[in-house]
């Protein structure tokens, strides 16, 4: 073969040669940018993904937080009116100290409520042989015709007949009265403290309602 020959055989590789490495490039182009366009979306698609995720995560911690505040505002609130509630009840204490010392206290009289709370505790009672305990204070000054005026009232109000005695130890109390049912071995306290105690659950919601209105 002449030189002629083999320099156009080259040249035909040479030139398919660069067809081939031409169309190469070109197809490895348009799969890079294929690949660059899909890597891309992918991640604009992921960014998107990011920045909802992160505005639904700030959302929900931002709804945690506003409902944090108010239950802690609401647990202040209550805890405000608790202390208001219990500052009334002492408040009704010292009124009750007052009047079992003084006797009087606005319209009311010792006297009355302590005759009032003899009869209530008699009327629980089953015995007719009852005993009263005071504290000291009213053990001194509960005498025969308050005990006389005390036995009529009972009689009246409970319809029998019974006997009422001092009995010879005290209780320490604000003041009022335990009833004792000599026959039956029981008593009643209706002691000032116990009356209080007792209608504190009852007076409660009513308490409420005259400090805070609707607002509890």
Do not use: P
Request: charged share 40%.
């Amino acid at each position: 073969m002449s030189d002629k020959g083999v320099d156009k055989i080259i040249s035909h590789i040479e030139a398919e040669a660069e067809k081939e490495i031409s169309e190469t490039l070109l197809k490895a182009r348009e799969k890079a940018d294929t690949i660059t366009k899909a890597a891309q979306e992918k991640a604009k698609r992921d960014t998107e993904r990011v920045l909802s995720n992160g505005k639904r995560a700030a959302s929900l911690e931002g709804q945690k937080i506003i409902a944090e505040a108010r239950i802690n505002v609401r647990r202040k609130r209550m805890d405000a009116q608790e202390e208001a509630i219990v500052a009334s009840f002492e408040e009704a204490k010292k009124a009750l100290e007052e009047l079992a010392e003084t006797g009087k206290r606005d319209n009311l009289t010792y006297k009355d409520i302590m005759f009032s709370l003899i009869v209530s505790a008699s009327e629980i009672v089953a015995g007719n042989k009852l005993e009263l305990v005071f504290n000291q204070r009213d053990s001194k000054t509960f005498n025969k015709e308050m005990l006389k005026e005390a036995r009529e009232s009972v009689k009246k109000r409970a319809g029998r007949k019974i006997s009422l005695s001092l009995a010879g130890d005290t209780i320490q109390c604000l003041g009022g009265v335990v009833v004792r049912d000599l026959e039956n071995h029981v008593e009643v306290d209706n002691t000032l403290e116990t009356k209080l105690n007792r209608l504190k659950e009852d007076l409660r919601v009513d308490v409420a309602k005259i400090l805070f209105g609707d607002k509890i």
